[in-house]
């Protein structure tokens, strides 16, 4: 029985492993519900949650990624008050801070469509419409996942970021959208392990920063319209 219902979460500003923990619990959960029903053959609804955060300034690293496109050190970490993490989503490596709305759909996707390039277009297609909303024409660079500007020439540059895991068709990370964000901060890796493009942000490109509970709200539609999905909060 698909289950179109899903809890969206706001946590504000918070420690990217504290994030990660939590992640991992509402994880555990939903593929917990999910593995009960198959042995007992009951039809619970497997619970979904949206999630939008911040993090401080915090260097991450995919699995398929490589460490040498961080181009910090320890120290240098130390000084630009930023952690780094190697964690178990895909992709290479990318930054979150302050500014930056990240967003961890943990979703069933049995509820949804079970194609996960289905559920990557989807969550860009919806920071697609989100730009359009301020008037930035944004679309996809052939071959990368992610949300681009000007992806047919060479001003292409990149203003959100994804990388997803999915198990038992349970999703987990997310992506993350550059609103506010310090873009100094990308100066220090090569992200996503692409050298020769530029990272953006909506502020950057509209000169002026942005209401982040608006940026918020017109992404929480575009979701829950993309997916066809009823969003409610406890």
Same mark, same amino acid.
């Given at each position: ?9 706001? %946590? ?7 994030? %990660? ?35 401080? =300034? ?7 990624? =490589? ?49 996960? =390039? ?29 949300? %681009? ?19 038992? %068709? ?65």
């Amino acid at each position: 029985m698909q289950n179109k219902k899903v809890e969206f979460i706001d %946590w504000g500003l918070v420690d990217y492993q504290e994030a %990660w923990d939590k992640q991992e619990q509402i994880f555990t959960r939903t593929v917990e519900v999910k593995q009960s029903n198959r042995l007992n053959e009951v039809h619970e609804p497997t619970p979904n949650s949206l999630i939008f955060t911040e993090h401080p =300034h915090v260097y991450t690293l995919g699995k398929s990624g =490589h460490q040498d496109y961080l181009l910090l050190d320890e120290a240098g970490l130390e000084e630009k008050n930023a952690s780094f993490y190697k964690i178990n989503r895909g992709g290479d490596i990318t930054y979150h801070g302050p500014g930056q709305l990240v967003g961890y759909p943990i979703l069933d996707l049995d509820n949804f469509f079970t194609d996960i =390039h289905l559920y990557l277009r989807t969550l860009e297609e919806a920071i697609i419409r989100l730009c359009a909303d301020y008037g930035i024409a944004a679309g996809r660079y052939p071959g990368y996942t992610g949300v %681009w500007l000007d992806a047919d020439n060479d001003k292409a540059r990149k203003v959100c970021a994804m990388g997803v895991r999915a198990s038992r %068709w349970v999703t987990m990370h997310g992506f993350a959208l550059n609103v506010n964000a310090d873009l100094n901060y990308f100066g220090h890796i090569i992200p996503c392990g692409i050298e020769d493009k530029a990272v953006t942000s909506l502020e950057k490109e509209l000169g002026q920063p942005l209401v982040m509970s608006d940026v918020k709200e017109k992404l929480k539609k575009h979701i829950a319209d993309l997916f066809e999905m009823e969003l409610f909060q406890k």
